[in-house]
């Protein structure tokens, strides 16, 4: 769909290049020598699915681009430059990460504290947000289980990691411990914040059908060691909604997916 060929001038957003990672001093590598490039799209952002299989390092990738763990070696660079934890990326993690002496209200509220907003005016946004992902009523609760259910919490956490505006979304499984209404609801949220805010966003699912319908671009690991081993183009109409999922180009990308998926499992 994207031709970059045509576009030499695209900055690249995010860049890992030349990656390893040993746990136990350099005798076995999870990761060898990895190189993953993001090219930015202006006025229109990025939805990138990467997927593989458990323990292929997908939530590790999402920790270096968050600029949360630094590799044993290799380099990272976010929108051109060495990775930094001020860079305006937020992340979405495989676990609940509301934090739980706070309200629901409090939590999506974070970021914009820290960027020093009076409480009125951010109140008023976490409210949108909490609304927008089906927590009305429940602004006023601790953010913690079991006050709140395993997918509220979820919900709680994708608010706060919203609230920003993000330049770079980083979600890894967000949608996993959702009902499949909700689940289906909150992607197509996603597609309209894409759309809406032209965020570059990362996306870990081992959902095909959630990676089909979302994303632009997928990249499937192999693990054992991990390395990126097939990119497919998702060459959908850019405007995702249900005719999306009755296009037979929709059922091919699904199984071509899903052909992948099982030929990676054998790779070593
Ligand atoms: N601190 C650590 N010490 C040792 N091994 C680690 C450490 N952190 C990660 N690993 C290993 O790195 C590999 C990749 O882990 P990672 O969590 O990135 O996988 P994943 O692709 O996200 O898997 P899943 O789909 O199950 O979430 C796993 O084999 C894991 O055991
Ligand atoms: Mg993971």
New binding site residues.
């Given amino acids: 769909m994207v031709n970059f060929t045509d576009r030499p001038e695209l900055p690249n957003i995010l860049e890992l290049k030349g990656i390893s990672?040993s746990?136990?001093g350099g005798q076995t590598y999870?990761?060898k020598d990895l190189d993953f490039l993001v090219e930015d799209e202006p006025e229109q952002g990025q939805f990138v699915v990467i997927m593989?299989?458990?323990?292929?390092?997908?939530?590790?990738?999402?920790?270096y681009l968050a600029g949360l763990q630094e590799p044993t070696s290799g380099e990272v660079f976010v929108l051109g430059k060495p990775v930094d934890q001020s860079q305006r990326i937020s992340m979405v993690f495989?676990q609940y990460s509301s934090l739980p002496w706070m309200t629901v209200l409090d939590n999506v509220g974070l970021a914009l504290k820290y960027q020093g907003i009076p409480k009125i005016e951010r109140d008023e946004r976490a409210m949108e947000l909490i609304n927008l992902v089906g927590l009305t009523g429940h602004e006023h609760k601790y953010a913690q289980y079991p006050a709140l259910s395993g997918g509220q919490l979820q919900r709680v956490a994708i608010a706060r990691s919203l609230i920003a505006n993000p330049r770079i979304l980083l979600m890894?499984?967000p949608f996993g411990a959702l009902d499949v209404r909700t689940r289906l609801q909150m992607q197509d949220m996603l597609t309209g914040i894409w759309h809406q805010f032209h965020s570059t966003i990362i996306f870990?699912t081992?959902d095909i059908a959630e990676a089909v319908y979302l994303a632009d671009d997928i990249y499937i690991?192999k693990?054992s060691p991990?390395r990126f081993v097939k990119h497919i183009d998702v060459d959908l109409p850019l405007e995702r909604n249900k005719a999306t999922k009755r296009d037979p180009r929709y059922m091919e990308l699904l199984y071509e997916v899903e052909d992948t998926m099982m030929e990676v499992s054998h790779l070593q």
Avoid at 54 to 63: D, E
């Fill in positions: 990672q746990y136990d999870i990761i593989g299989m458990s323990g292929s390092g997908k939530s590790t990738i999402l920790r495989q890894d499984e870990v081992h690991l693990s991990s």
